[in-house]
């Protein structure tokens, strides 16, 4: 059977054995990306805006003077910065990987986000570029809580700077299903945030007061136990001005940037990409997290943030933690449910566990956000390389390959191992 023959045989909106067959043939075939990245370059200004759209001040991402005088020597980009970069690292494919990586195999369906795990390498400074390796390495079959089956698919979105080292690893997983499965799951969400008492606000307002950050003073392997907390980080209220703020430094990524003239450009390839809005006027789908009305018509109480923005709250809460000589090596954490304009989000977590292994001394967290209902949202765990006052300064972690087609492979057999 060909890859042409394959996709004629699907069904779109329904979870068959041909999607997963035609699923299964997209493994490890690097994929061509859409469009150039937000940022081409590590520049002062970019970190600085990508920084400021979470709410960070850190020098060590914001100021080229004090970067200078830190372990590192130079202006850092912030974990979580690779989302605005990446130039096509893929290879054009040939006729037969055209024809295999056209169209979705599970058009149709409901689809989310549900794991996004990082791994970091190698920093990104000042003056580097950087280019990205898409590819799908895993793929699924499992049950719905609610009947029937779901489609895991993972792409790996890997990561190297402009010389070819190896930077990062993004792994992210997303859940296919059958709408009446999305829908009966869509049952369950929350009412909209209910206004906030001047009270509830001043303790929001109390704990953005008392944040701290380690910064030079070093933190050390040896003086943390199990069971130390990092200090919280709040953020929120979330307001339609914060997706806003995080959108200057983050760029649109969904949608291709570009307004009026450029817009419609974008529109007419992808007309789907732009359903009207109340005056009929086409708009980004992406509106959804700023236009409660547009996020209401799809069934939802409000608009809600993106997951990413939570990612990279869990981020700034430890390398606030942890200090300017440690180093983090790998966060993990699951979407489980919407944090919508209106809510809080209070970033907790503690140590469970630390050890000495490939002689780094690490120190692994679980952690959590948790909106003022008290509901987890997204829980998460991490590893921390930390400094040890009797070993030295620490060594970064050595990738599973020294090139992203390595890491393709690496990949592919992690996830048949199981």
Not at 70 to 93: F, I, K, Q, V
Not at 176 to 196: G, I, L, M, V
Not at 264 to 293: C, F, I, S
Request: net charge negative.
């Amino acid at each position: 059977m060909t890859a042409t023959s394959d996709r004629s045989s699907l069904e779109p909106g329904r979870l068959t054995d041909a999607a997963f067959d035609r699923s299964r043939l997209r493994l490890g075939i690097p994929q061509p990306l859409r469009r150039k990245p937000h940022n081409l370059e590590v520049t002062q200004d970019g970190t600085r805006h990508f920084a400021f759209g979470y709410g960070d001040d850190n020098p060590l991402y914001c100021d080229p003077d004090y970067a200078k005088g830190t372990r590192w020597g130079t202006l850092l980009a912030p974990p979580g910065y690779a989302y605005t970069m990446g130039e096509d690292a893929a290879p054009a494919p040939d006729d037969e990987q055209k024809a295999i990586l056209k169209g979705d195999p599970f058009s149709g369906l409901g689809s989310y986000q549900a794991v996004m795990e990082f791994e970091w390498y190698r920093p990104l400074v000042l003056g580097d570029r950087c280019r990205l390796l898409l590819a799908q390495v895993g793929l699924a079959d499992k049950p719905s809580r609610f009947g029937g089956r779901t489609a895991h698919v993972t792409n790996d979105f890997l990561y190297a700077n402009g010389v070819g080292e190896v930077h990062a690893i993004r792994r992210g997983t997303w859940v296919n299903a059958e709408r009446a499965a999305t829908k009966e799951r869509s049952t369950k969400r929350a009412e909209a945030p209910e206004p906030y008492t001047d009270e509830q606000l001043a303790a929001i307002d109390a704990a953005y007061a008392a944040e701290t950050r380690r910064g030079a003073e070093p933190r050390f392997w040896e003086d943390v136990e199990v069971g130390d907390a990092i200090q919280p980080r709040v953020k929120g209220p979330l307001t339609t001005t914060d997706v806003v703020v995080w959108h200057l430094g983050w760029g649109m990524q969904l949608t291709p940037p570009g307004a009026f003239r450029l817009a419609y450009l974008t529109r007419r390839k992808v007309p789907g990409m732009y359903p009207p809005n109340a005056l009929n006027v086409p708009d980004t789908v992406q509106r959804l997290h700023w236009e409660p009305d547009r996020a209401q018509e799809l069934g939802l109480p409000t608009s809600y943030d993106y997951g990413g923005m939570r990612e990279i709250w869990l981020t700034h809460a430890l390398t606030d933690w942890m200090g300017d000589d440690a180093w983090l090596f790998k966060l993990r954490c699951e979407h489980r449910k919407f944090n919508y304009l209106g809510d809080a989000t209070w970033v907790t977590g503690e140590i469970v566990a630390k050890r000495v292994e490939d002689g780094h001394h690490l120190v692994d967290l679980d952690l959590r956000c948790t909106n003022q209902r008290g509901e987890v949202t997204t829980p998460g765990t991490a590893t921390v390389i930390l400094p040890s006052r009797d070993h030295g300064a620490l060594t970064l972690p050595t990738p599973p390959a020294d090139t992203l087609d390595g890491l393709v492979q690496a990949e592919l057999t992690r996830f048949a191992l199981g």
